[in-house]
C-alpha cells in the first residue's frame, strides 16, 4: 500500500496539464481564427492547453481532438462561446493611456459639439469596440458627462459597447470593481461616478451606466449598425490579429466613422501607413478625411 503522501502527489501528476498535439492545436487554431480572427500562434499552445483543460475535464472530453470534434457538431453554438470566453484576455483598468481620454475631452469633443449644435444635431456617437469587462466604456462615459455638464440632458449620445465575450458582459453590465483596477483613476471621477459597495468594491453609479449599451458582437462580422460613429475606440484588440485581418477590420470601421470621426487604438498597436484608409493624427489616434 503506498504512503498517503505519495498517493497525493500520484493523483496530482495525474491531473497535471494534459497534452495537444501539433495537429489538434492547429484545428483549433483555425477554427478560433476563422470565426473571431484571433490569431493563436505556437507561443499560445500552453496557454490554450491550460485555460481549456479544466473544460476537458469536466465535460469527459479524452483529448482535444474530441473536444475539437465536439465544436464542430454543436448545433447551439455554447462550445465555441465557452471557447471564446476562455481563451480571450480581459485585462484592463480604469484610466488605462489615459492621454486617449484627456484629447476625446479637451479636443474632440468641443469640436464635435460645436459642429453639431451648428446644424442643430445633438445626437453624439460613440463606440467602445472591444468593451472587455467595461472599464473603457464606463470611463468614456464618465469622460462625456464631465464635459456636457449640466447640457448632457440636451444629448441624445449614449455610448455603444461590444464584445465576443458573454462572461466579460456580465461582469461590465454589473458594473462592479476590485479597487485595484481603480488605482490609476483621478480621485475626481471615484468621488463623482461611484459608490462603495464592499470593503473592496465600488460599483458604477446608475447614472454612468445607463450611458453604456452593452451589446454581444463579433469584429469579424460586418458592421450593420443603423449609423455611423463619430469616435470608435478599438484599443488593444488588434494586437491578436494578423496582418490581413487587422486589415480587414481597420477598413470595416472605416466604413462605419462618420466623416471627420476619430478612431483610437492602443499605443502598443499600429496601422500600416501604406494601407490605412484614416489618416494618421498622432500614435494611436486616426482620422477619417
Not at 31 to 44: A, E, P, Q, S, W
Not at 100 to 119: G, R, Y
Not at 145 to 172: E, P
Not at 196 to 203: C, N, Y
Request: aromatic letters at 12%; one cysteine or more.
Amino acid at each position: 500500500m503506498l504512503p498517503q503522501a505519495q498517493v497525493i502527489n500520484t493523483a496530482t501528476a495525474a491531473l497535471g496539464m494534459m497534452n495537444i498535439t501539433d495537429s489538434e492545436f492547429k484545428k483549433i487554431s483555425e477554427l478560433v481564427y476563422t470565426r473571431y480572427g484571433i490569431n493563436l500562434t505556437d507561443k499560445k499552445k500552453s496557454l490554450v492547453v491550460s485555460r481549456l483543460q479544466k473544460l476537458l475535464r469536466t465535460e469527459g472530453f479524452v483529448n482535444f481532438d474530441s473536444y475539437y470534434q465536439h465544436l464542430l457538431s454543436d448545433k447551439t453554438g455554447k462550445g465555441l462561446t465557452e471557447l471564446v470566453n476562455r481563451i480571450s484576455t480581459n485585462f484592463t483598468y480604469f484610466w488605462r493611456e489615459p492621454d486617449h481620454f484627456e484629447h476625446l475631452k479637451n479636443v474632440v469633443l468641443p469640436e464635435l459639439a460645436q459642429k453639431l449644435k451648428a446644424k442643430n444635431d445633438h445626437d453624439i456617437r460613440l463606440w467602445c469596440a472591444a468593451a472587455a469587462t467595461g472599464e473603457e466604456p464606463y470611463m468614456l462615459a464618465m469622460v462625456m458627462r464631465d464635459f456636457l455638464g449640466a447640457d448632457a440632458y440636451k444629448w441624445k449620445g449614449g455610448l455603444l459597447a461590444t464584445d465576443i465575450s458573454d462572461r466579460a458582459l456580465q461582469v461590465a453590465q454589473k458594473g462592479i470593481y476590485p479597487s485595484k483596477t481603480l488605482n490609476k483613476l483621478p480621485p475626481h471621477y471615484l468621488k463623482k461616478y461611484f459608490k462603495k459597495v464592499s470593503d473592496d468594491e465600488w460599483q458604477v453609479v446608475d447614472e454612468i451606466r445607463n450611458d453604456v449599451t452593452f451589446r454581444k458582437f463579433n469584429l469579424m462580422g460586418p458592421l450593420t449598425f443603423k449609423k455611423k460613429f463619430h469616435i470608435i475606440f478599438c484599443r488593444n484588440v488588434m494586437i491578436y490579429f494578423d496582418v490581413p485581418t487587422k486589415d480587414g477590420l481597420v477598413q470595416r470601421l472605416y466604413d462605419g466613422t462618420e466623416d471627420e470621426g476619430y478612431l483610437y487604438i492602443g499605443h502598443s498597436e499600429a496601422l500600416g501607413r501604406n494601407k490605412c484608409p484614416y489618416k494618421y493624427v498622432n500614435p494611436a489616434l486616426y482620422r477619417k478625411i
